[in-house]
């Protein structure tokens, strides 16, 4: 008799134990269904004014989880995390205002950079050149083109990375000079800094 007491309890208590986990199951299942959901809207929450113009995504080809984000008013940012985190990679050397930022297709390592939001707009923010990293945003060189101000992009030969070409604009509200097309352009040997003429070979 107390025998088959004790396995009327261990049976009534495997039986609730079932029935509280499948109805915890229940719950779980019913509160992520998609009505559940259908209410949010995706708003946003910053950062607002002029201080938010992104100006440029450098994406890794084969890792898209890997990017650099160049920021019109707020340096060079990176992520290694599909933007779950952010790093600063360009805090130290100058100019705060990014116009562009590229990276070598056939070298994720290099990254290039030019200062200088290509964003027109009443306030904006002027670099002071082209830089170059080898080591994928750790340290930076100005590679020249200090006067440029503004960079609008900078695009590598995929063919040859030893070939790039920059578009400076100078300043957006001063004299720039001028080109003459007529003469043909400056090519600057591997190793040498930018000129003020391109296609430029680093």
């Not at 002071?128 to 083109?145: A, E, F, P, R, T």
């Not at 578009?167 to 004299?175: F, L």
């Given at each position: 008799m107390r025998l088959k007491l004790i396995c009327l309890m261990l049976i009534s208590v495997l039986v609730s134990g079932v029935i509280t986990a499948q109805n915890e199951e229940k719950d779980q299942k019913s509160t992520l269904q998609k009505e559940n959901f259908s209410g949010l809207k995706w708003r946003n929450i910053g950062p607002a004014l002029t201080s938010g113009r992104i100006s440029d995504f450098a994406v890794d080809p084969k890792n898209i989880s890997e990017y650099?984000?160049?920021?019109?008013?707020?340096?060079?940012?990176?992520?290694?995390?599909?933007?779950?985190?952010?790093?600063?990679?360009?805090?130290?050397?100058?100019?705060?205002?990014?116009?562009?930022?590229?990276?070598?297709?056939?070298?994720?390592?290099?990254?290039?950079?030019?200062?200088?939001?290509?964003?027109?707009?009443?306030?904006?923010?002027?670099?002071?050149?082209?830089?170059?990293?080898?080591?994928?945003?750790?340290?930076?060189?100005?590679?020249?083109?200090?006067?440029?101000?503004?960079?609008?992009?900078?695009?590598?030969?995929?063919?040859?990375?030893?070939?790039?070409?920059?578009?400076?604009?100078?300043?957006?509200?001063?004299?720039?000079?001028?080109v003459d097309f007529t003469k043909p352009l400056t090519v600057v040997k591997p190793g040498k800094k930018f000129s003020k003429s391109a296609p430029i070979q680093v």
């Open positions: 650099f984000v160049a920021v019109s008013s707020g340096h060079i940012w990176k992520t290694t995390n599909a933007g779950t985190t952010f790093s600063p990679v360009f805090d130290n050397y100058g100019a705060y205002s990014m116009g562009c930022v590229t990276m070598d297709p056939n070298n994720k390592f290099v990254v290039w950079a030019g200062t200088g939001e290509n964003t027109h707009q009443r306030a904006l923010g002027y670099g002071n050149g082209v830089y170059k990293s080898v080591d994928g945003g750790k340290s930076w060189k100005n590679m020249g083109l200090k006067e440029s101000r503004q960079i609008g992009d900078i695009i590598i030969d995929p063919r040859n990375s030893n070939i790039v070409f920059v578009a400076a604009e100078g300043s957006a509200w001063g004299p720039v000079g001028t």
